[in-house]
């Protein structure tokens, strides 16, 4: 199912842990920013623990798949950056 050039549609934490271990070059977020946005599919106000927790699971598994000499860029509002930070320097080197 995983495979180079291809787009796949579904949650991302069921697909990215279908993805080897160091094997990505670059990856890239730009996940709900939990501000009670209207989307057709997904409820955009959860608990702040329980948004920040959720979070915390999808950048673990985005470091689990980069390779070591790979990027991750992620987007979101300061506010929830500030923890992204936070997460990140437990799991991975800030290079720049
Ligand atoms: C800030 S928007 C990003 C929009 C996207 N960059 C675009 O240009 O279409 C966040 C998106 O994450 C999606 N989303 C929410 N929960 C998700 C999940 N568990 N797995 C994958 N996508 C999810 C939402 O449906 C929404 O489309």
Redesign the pocket.
Known sequence: MIGLNRVIQ????EILRQIPDNSVDVAFA????NLNKK?S??KDRRAYAEYLSWCHDWIAELVRVTKPSGSIFLHNIPRWLTYYAAFLNEMADFKH
């Not at 579904?10 to 934490?13: A, E, K, V």
């Open positions: 579904g949650d991302c934490l730009d996940p709900p920013f989307y599919s997904y």
